[in-house]
Structures are given as C-alpha cells and as structure tokens.
C-alpha cells in the first residue's frame, strides 16, 4: 500500500526534530557504559528466553534495530559479537554517532542504513529478532509502520516493541497542550520556558507521576523528546492488544510481566484479587494498569500467527512443568532471608514489587541459575518433605507465581 502524502510530510517533521536534537544522550564509550550497569531493556541474551523459551543459544540472528537512535544499534552488535545487526534510522545525526561506536568498538557485526522504517522492505532481508523501540508511536500512521516490520520478519521470528502508555503520561499530553498554545517550539528559550514551568508544576498534576520516573528530562533533548514533539501518541493497554491483532501479528507477551500482574501490583484483600483473576489475562492486566497509574512505556513482544500457534507455552497444567529451567530475572534480590527458628519468611525485591516465600520456596529457588532443571533442584526439599507428591505440589505452585509476575524467565530446550 503506497504512503500517504501526509504521513511522509508529517514523518519528515519527526525526522528534522531528530536532527537537531540527537535522542537519546550519545554514549561515548559503549564498553565503560556497559561495566557501569547501562543495559538495553531488550538485551538479547538476558530476554532470549522470553522470545524463544526452546532454545539453548541466542546467536547467529539477524536483528534489526528500527530507529536504533544514538546508541541501541551499537548497543546490541557490541552485546551479540555472533549475531548480525542492522540499524536503520532517519536521523544523519543519530547514524553519525551509531558509525562512531561501530568504528570505536570495531563493530563488524554491524551495518547502518539511513532510511525510513516504512522502506525497510528494500534491505532484501528477512529477520529473526526486530528491536524497535519508542518509534512507532512517533509515525503519522503507527499501524503502517508496524505492517512494515511485519513484512520483514522471518517466520519464527519475534519483535520486541515499545509504545508510550496512556495512563501515566495523562499529564504529559496536558503539559503538551498548554505549550502548543503558547505558541513554543523546540529552541533552547523555548526548554528553558518548560523548565521553568515544570518548576512551579502544583503538587496534584497528574504529570507528577510521570516526572518521577523519568529519566532523560536533565538532557535537554528529552525536555523536546516528551514535551515538546510534534507528533506522538499513546496506547492503553487494550489499545496495545488490539494493535498488535489488527496487523496481523499475535500478541506474545509483556517484556515484564509484573506491572500488569493483579498480584504483584495489588493488595486490597484475596476477595478483590480472585474476582479480577478470574477474568481472561487482558482484562487482568488493564484493570492492573488503571489502578497503579500504570507505566509511562508498554514493553511487549509479538510475532507472526503461524508462530505463536507453535510455539512452546510456559503453563504449569501438567507435570511437563518439572523439565523448565528456571532462571531469576535480572535485579532480583533477596530482601530478606528465611528464618527456620522464627518462621520468618524469605522477602523477594525487584524494581519495588516484593514476594514473600517460605523456608522451602527460598531453598528452591536458590538452586536456580537458567541450567538445572525444576526436577533436579527437588531433592533438596528432601529433609523436610518425603512425599514427591508434596514437592511437586509446593515447586508448582512456587514457580506458577513466579512466572505470572515476571520474577523467574523459563527454558525448554
């Protein structure tokens, strides 16, 4: 389907903003960044068993970056030496400094195409992973955009998306429009007028909640980046399902599954929480996102129909469940240990959302590292369950909550 006149116009505007203003903040050194604790929030090989729970190895992928920006294409080719990457972008400025990092860190993994993302089909290719991340709500048509990329993406393939949220960024669109109707633009007086005003910002606007944990606003590129873009949009989160479906893709899943977890997010009473449980997983999650003020972004993955109908499910319906290899996500910790002669429970930490779990949960779970087997960790219940029954029971029940909130990843293979 040829492009609408409009929606080039409109896309060259984005274009022209990125230009001026290079988003996000240039990386100079990939490698310190990288010791320092900087990570992508689709890396490969900590995310690989989400795309494909079957496999053993994340290597020798294609993956294309679309609207890799500043950094994120260098980021994964520095990250995946065995996988080729392909960043496309239509900002100069931005490929100018992701041929900096390639040439810096000697990136032969890594090719760099100027070029719009509703043209990727003319790269020839096909891949196996599409990363594109805070760009297609950014497209006159994000729907065409994403029809785009579908068309590119290899049968059992997967992509690894990102779109603002509604929810959260309710007060940013009013901040958006108070500044459209003064008349401001994207000149440093013009950031400089927000910044003054987002100082003097009342203490109940809803924008609040968004500038806590916004992350890039001392940089004056994400100043224009949230509040004064020309052109973007949110989604709630049923708007994210019925994206995804209405382009002939399926839904595969939430990169975290915790901000949309009834049960890592709500704590009105066991009443409330089956009553919302009992309803279907999309329901569940956008009654979730409403009642926290959910997220500023919507992290998810999606991939051609043929592929999910085939594709191996984490479920713990059957005792299939005691071959997964469980592996802690990043940033989880031990908030507080189990105490055998108080029955004190073990305290989970990840990004605020805790779990408490019992002496025998806690042994369990420390014996997971992503190799070993749920049945090969059971023996060390041994001392204190002698039925397998009961040992099956407890790891079943352990690990079914584990993975509804997103706190363990599981393998197949």
């Given at each position: 389907m040829p492009q609408d006149p409009d929606s080039s116009s409109a896309n060259d505007i984005v274009a022209r903003q990125y230009e001026a203003w290079v988003y996000p903040e240039p990386i100079a050194d990939l490698t310190k960044a990288i010791e320092d604790g900087y990570g992508g929030l689709t890396d490969i090989p900590v995310f690989g068993p989400l795309y494909w729970p079957d496999r053993r190895f994340f290597d020798k992928l294609d993956v294309l970056v679309a609207g890799c920006g500043t950094n994120e294409g260098a980021y994964?080719?520095?990250?995946?030496?065995?996988?080729?990457?392909?960043?496309?972008?239509v900002s100069r400025a931005s490929l100018?400094?992701?041929?900096?990092?390639?040439?810096?860190?000697?990136l032969d993994n890594l090719e760099i195409h100027l070029l719009d993302l509703h043209e990727v089909g003319r790269l020839g290719k096909q891949?196996?992973?599409?990363?594109s991340t805070g760009v297609l709500h950014h497209l006159a048509d994000p729907d065409a955009g994403l029809r785009s990329l579908r068309d590119v993406l290899a049968?059992?393939?997967?992509m690894s998306l990102m779109l603002y949220g509604k929810t959260r960024r309710h007060g940013v669109y009013l901040l958006q429009r108070a500044f459209q109707l003064m008349g401001l633009g994207q000149t440093k007086v013009d950031i400089d007028i927000v910044r003054r005003l987002l100082?003097?910002?009342?203490k109940n606007h809803s924008v609040n909640a968004?500038?806590?944990?916004?992350?890039?606003?001392?940089?004056?590129?994400g100043v224009v980046d949230t509040f004064l873009h020309p052109q973007d949009r949110a989604y709630a989160v049923g708007e994210v399902y019925d994206f995804v479906e209405t382009n002939g893709l399926s839904f595969m899943g939430w990169?975290?599954?915790?901000?949309?977890?009834?049960?890592?997010?709500?704590?009105?009473?066991?009443d409330i929480l089956s009553r919302i449980c009992r309803l279907p997983e999309r329901e569940q999650a956008e009654i979730t996102d409403l009642l926290s003020f959910g997220s500023g972004t919507h992290r998810f993955n999606a991939c051609l129909p043929a592929h999910f109908t085939r594709a191996p499910r984490i479920t713990f319906n059957s005792e299939n469940f005691l071959r997964y290899r469980p592996a802690p996500r990043f940033g989880l910790r031990v908030a507080q240990r189990s105490d055998l002669a108080s029955g004190r429970p073990a305290i989970l930490e990840r990004n605020g959302y805790k779990v408490t779990a019992t002496l025998q949960e806690g042994m369990l779970l420390e014996q997971c590292n992503g190799q070993r087997r749920i049945s090969d960790i059971l023996p060390v219940l041994d001392r204190f369950v002698s039925l397998e029954d009961d040992k099956v029971a407890i790891a079943r029940r352990l690990f079914a909550a584990m993975h509804e909130m997103g706190h363990f990843l599981f393998s197949t293979w």
């Open positions: 994964h080719a520095i990250r995946n030496p065995r996988c080729r990457i392909t960043a496309i972008d100018g400094h992701t041929k900096y990092l390639k040439e810096k860190h000697r891949f196996d992973l599409i990363i049968p059992d393939g997967v100082d003097g910002i009342p968004y500038l806590e944990s916004a992350n890039d606003l001392a940089f004056d590129a990169l975290d599954r915790a901000p949309y977890c009834p049960r890592a997010v709500i704590s009105s009473g066991e």
